[in-house]
């Protein structure tokens, strides 16, 4: 797989039915080894053992209904009375971050009105805050740890 811009772990990676498999401490499974994928496992664990996120209040591959259509969203976290706090939306590192991604997990914020948004490809990472007061948002210059959430 490729090198990312974050942090290496040791990944634990199997053959299962003849296909690489990735082992995700969220879902605490197997999934197959996609180059999205490949991300989300690097992202997460840069969240949890970097930037201090609590594992207990993360989950992936978050169900949600948006126009009468179910929708995944790739990490959720959530605050400890569990209502979203942020939305990370994953691409591989092919992928370019454009505004059609950006129009991706604004979608989504539809549905869960978040103070966060995160979009990277491993390579590139964006993060922005909602402010709902006065209906703008902020790009800012690097993840913020949890504490400072």
């Known amino acids: 797989m490729l090198l ?3 942090p290496p772990y040791e990944s634990k990676i199997i053959q ?8 995700d401490i969220i879902r605490r499974r197997y999934v197959a080894l996609t180059p999205e994928e490949w991300v989300r496992q690097h992202f997460v ?10 594992q207990a209040l993360m989950a992936n ?9 179910s929708k995944r969203c790739d990490t959720v976290l959530y605050r400890r009375d569990l209502s979203a706090k942020m ?28 103070d966060y948004l995160i979009v990277s490809n ?4 964006y993060c922005c805050r909602i402010n709902y007061d006065n209906m ?3 790009f800012l210059p690097d993840i913020p740890d949890f504490l400072f959430l």
């Open 87 to 114: 939305v990370v939306e994953y691409k591989a590192p092919s992928v370019e971050i454009t505004q059609e991604v950006f129009d991706q997990i604004t979608r989504y914020n539809m549905v869960l009105k978040v």
């Open 4 to 6: 990312l811009n974050l």
């Open 136 to 138: 703008s948002y902020q």
């Open 16 to 23: 299962q039915n003849g296909k690489e498999v990735i082992f």
């Open 45 to 54: 664990h840069f969240l949890i053992h970097y930037k201090g996120y609590p």
């Open 122 to 125: 491993g390579i590139k990472h």
């Open 61 to 69: 591959e978050v169900c949600i209904r948006l126009n009468n259509t």
